[in-house]
């Protein structure tokens, strides 16, 4: 499978998460001292069984995270 934009900048997709949990997951990442960057998730983008995403994709992000320390471009 060919990769993200995201992914050759050093992006490591983790999950897909309901919005409302996304802040915990961010703190998490971050005392981990790994950088954390959350995306709106794009149905036709999704892997999978994306059923309950085009029902209410708005609800949803994707994390990604990197190291802090890694040379990331």
């Known amino acids: 499978m060919k990769k993200s934009r995201l992914e050759e900048e050093g992006w ?4 897909t998460i309901e919005e409302n949990r996304v802040n915990e997951y961010v ?16 149905p036709g983008e999704m892997e999978g069984c994306a059923e309950c995403f085009k029902a209410d ?12 320390y890694v040379n990331n471009g």
């Open 12 to 15: 490591e997709k983790k999950f």
């Open 27 to 42: 703190e998490l990442y971050e005392s981990l001292d790994q950088e954390v960057r959350v995306e709106p998730v794009v």
């Open 57 to 68: 994709c708005d609800n949803y992000r994707i994390i990604y995270t990197r190291s802090k």
